[in-house]
C-alpha cells in the first residue's frame, strides 16, 4: 500500500524529472526502476523530483516505495 509504479518511457540519453506529490502521513520515498536508474531528491516538503535515465529508449517502471512519518 506504501508503494506507487509509474510507467514512463524513457529517451536513451536523456534523463526527465517527474514532479510527484508526497500522501499525505508519508516523508519520504525511494525510487527503483526496471531499466535505467530512478533518483529522487526532495526539493520542496511533500514533492519529490524524480529523475529517470536510461542508456536506451524504453519504457521504465519506476516504483516509489513511500516512508510512514
Do not use: E
Amino acid at each position: 500500500a506504501n508503494v506507487y509504479t509509474m510507467n514512463v518511457k524513457a529517451i536513451g540519453g536523456f534523463p526527465f524529472t517527474y514532479l510527484v506529490r508526497v500522501p499525505a502521513g508519508y516523508a519520504d520515498a525511494s525510487a527503483t526502476a526496471s531499466k535505467g536508474t530512478a533518483d529522487v531528491m526532495t526539493k520542496v516538503p511533500g514533492l519529490l523530483a524524480v529523475t529517470v535515465s536510461a542508456d536506451q529508449s524504453a519504457d521504465v517502471a519506476v516504483k516509489l516505495a513511500f516512508t510512514k512519518k
